[in-house]
């Protein structure tokens, strides 16, 4: 939804007052100002959000939930524009916003303006006029970029989340309505990827037939940022040590498994790390919980961990490469279980010891999902039972 910030602060201030006089006198501009600006985002919702009632103007059910979360995206913005200058409360514009959160996330001024399309002036000048109200650099230009002050860096990410929750106004309205507005995006590791998107994104198709919902790939530390941004709504996988701004829930406990294809070399035998020291392997990454329980293996055993080692966090690529050679594979056991029962993968025998591990969804703790991205959760709470 394209609304000014003057427009969120107009909404507010009618709530707060009931009144188109006395909201336009409370942000400083005038009745008409109130009345179009008022206008303009109904326009922009398709439905009322205000209506006359005892007492003077009084929220729709719909301009309930557009209240929610504009008070919740002034509440992120607000202090992080103080922090640089209380008038930036009255003065900053998105468009000055966007910039900001653009040549902080890229530290450079054209990349910026390629990924807002438009020209490198607009975003010159909209830094500029900030730095102004500011009365000082925003950005220290240095030879590698433009980097910015760390006030900025913090502004970039209220803003980005408060921009997020302007988006999902026209979500939960929509939803008020019967119909389906917005989109889920999930942040999925290897394992949510292989045994448990499919399933929950089916039961959540049950309920929401056309509602877009796209599945990010990656490695957690950009998962975790995208979702720290606002551009992930949940992480699913395996969960990492506890972090103050984001919350964790797990789902079910899951261990690791060392697998082959059948007819592998030790595919008879009660092999043991000794044994499965000389043959290849496909492993997660470095700094990965699997990783660090393959490590462990092989130095609780007193082994030297193996150097022939192929990284992925491809489900495919493993069972490819496994499937038809004498590779051995260890990643969890829930994520091949599939396979396993196929006969296609044979799982050893030999269990590693402390590999059990919380599988599960982290969010972002002041988070308020959408009817959609609640609907979401619980649909990954059921396929994971």
């Known amino acids: 939804m394209k609304i000014s910030l003057r427009h969120l602060r107009i909404v507010l201030a009618v709530e707060e007052t009931r009144s188109v006089t006395q909201g336009a006198a409370l942000c400083h501009v005038s009745q008409p100002a109130v009345s179009a600006a008022l206008t303009q985002i109904e326009a922009a919702l398709g439905t009322p959000i205000f209506e006359r009632g005892r007492g003077g103007l009084i929220l729709t059910p719909a301009g309930q ?75 220290d230009r240095t030879s590698h970029g433009v980097i910015p002050i760390r006030a900025v860096r913090h502004l970039a990410m209220a803003a980005r989340l408060a921009f997020a929750e302007v988006d999902q106004a026209e979500a939960d309205v929509g939803a008020l309505a ?66 103050a701004e984001l919350t964790q829930e797990v789902l079910f406990q899951d261990k690791m498994a060392i697998v082959a294809r059948p007819g592998h070399p030790l595919a008879t035998k009660n092999a043991g790390p000794a044994e499965m020291a000389a043959f290849p392997w496909v492993v997660a990454a470095e700094g990965t919980p699997a990783r660090d329980h393959f490590a462990a293996m092989f130095q609780t055993a007193g082994l030297p961990v193996p150097e022939s080692l192929v990284e992925t966090g491809s489900m495919g ?36 010891e402390g590999t059990l591990r919380p599988i599960g969804l982290t969010t972002r703790a002041a988070w308020h999902p959408t009817t959609a991205q609640a609907d979401m959760l619980a649909a990954l709470r059921a396929a994971a039972v």
Not at 318 to 332: K, N, Q, R, W
């Open 65 to 139: 939930a557009v209240a929610l979360r504009l008070r919740r995206a002034l509440a992120l913005l607000d202090p992080g524009l103080a922090a640089l200058a209380p008038r930036l409360t009255r003065t900053a514009t998105v468009a000055q916003l966007n910039a900001l959160i653009a040549v902080t996330e890229c530290e450079s001024f054209s990349a910026a303006a390629r990924r807002l399309n438009i020209a490198q002036p607009t975003v010159h000048r909209a830094i500029s006029q900030l730095e102004g109200e500011v009365g000082q650099p925003l950005f």
């Open 178 to 243: 019967g119909r389906e507005v917005g989109r889920v995006v999930i942040g999925a590791m290897p394992l949510a990827r292989a045994a448990l998107l499919g399933p929950a994104i089916s039961l959540f198709r049950k309920a929401w037939r056309t509602l877009p919902v796209r599945v990010i790939d990656g490695p957690y530390g950009e998962l975790v940022l995208a979702l720290r941004r606002g551009e992930v709504d949940v992480l699913v996988g395996a969960l990492r040590p506890a972090v």
């Open 317 to 352: 690529l493993l069972s490819d490469l496994v499937g038809a050679s004498d590779h051995l594979g260890f990643i969890s056991a829930r994520q091949v279980a599939r396979d396993v029962a196929r006969g296609t993968l044979l799982r050893f025998p030999f269990q590693p």
